[in-house]
């Protein structure tokens, strides 16, 4: 199945937001949708469906325990990803995490740091790591966007850097940072540049809208990648049905 589901948290509560908004301030940011519902009640309905693979995304302070509730709630079935770094990385594993996902802990100061990155593989293991590559464009090139997409690093997303990546970690996280919560499309010019040259398994976040543009990424990946559907999801306020999707990979 390529569709991944996901979990955002944001100050405890499951949200969907402008990913453009977020910014060292906290509480300062656009909502799409804030859930009554809690992190677990997601995590198990999407063990009730079968739906695996998917990703709870701390953003920012304050999510850790309805994190962990939501990972509890489906063992084995979530990654997670936030502030992750060798020393809590066990804790979210023992916890129920698939998976640990990290993007600012190996890049910082605008930099990739390879003996951080080194130090998470050898703590968690290759095959329990995720590598976040949050995606921004610039001059005509894509580069990772770090500190809850705050910071534009100078790490490039181009096919040899991927490839030296894939080396430490199981899968890639791409989430299209410039349209990210804004339902506008699909970036397409992103899509068709990791398609090229994705070594490893790969989840693209950002902008799917419709089925339709569930269509056009099956298309321009030839079904290669897995991809997820944040604000227009029924589940958090939007008109794509989840039913509708479940159908749609099941045929």
């Known amino acids: 199945m390529l569709f991944r589901p996901c979990i955002d948290l944001h100050n405890g509560q499951v949200k969907q937001i402008v990913g453009s908004s977020i910014t060292s301030e ?3 940011v656009v909502e799409n949708f804030v859930s009554s519902h ?11 469906k079968q739906v695996s693979g998917g990703h709870v995304i701390m953003l920012g302070p304050g999510n850790e325990q309805a994190a962990k509730e939501a990972l509890q709630a489906y063992p084995g079935g ?15 594993l023992e916890a129920g995490a698939s998976h640990v996902i990290v993007t600012s802990y190996i890049f910082h ?16 293991g290759k095959d329990r790591l995720v590598i976040d590559l949050s995606c921004t464009y610039h001059d005509g090139k894509w580069f990772v966007a770090t500190d809850r997409w705050t910071k534009r690093s100078d790490f490039e997303v181009n096919a040899a850097n991927l490839t ?6 199981d899968e890639f996280l791409i989430h299209a940072v ?15 540049h990791l398609a090229a040259h994705m ?10 809208r419709s089925l ?30 989840l039913a509708d999707v479940l159908t749609k990979e099941n045929n």
């Open 38 to 48: 809690s992190a677990a009640h997601y995590a198990a309905l999407f063990q009730e």
């Open 78 to 92: 979530l990654q997670i990803g936030g502030g992750i770094n060798p020393e809590n990385a066990a804790a979210y």
């Open 26 to 28: 906290n509480d300062k």
């Open 164 to 169: 030296a990546l894939a080396a430490y970690c």
């Open 178 to 192: 410039d349209v990210e919560g804004k339902q506008n499309g699909i970036q397409e010019e992103l899509v068709r």
């Open 212 to 241: 339709e543009d569930i269509d056009l990424f099956r298309k321009l990946t030839n079904h290669n990648m897995c991809y997820t559907i944040g604000s227009a999801l029924d589940l958090f306020g939007g008109n794509v049905s």
């Open 109 to 124: 100061d605008g930099i990739l740091d390879e003996d951080r990155l080194r130090k998470i593989t050898e703590t968690v």
């Open 199 to 208: 070594p490893v398994i790969a989840t693209y976040a950002g902008g799917i």
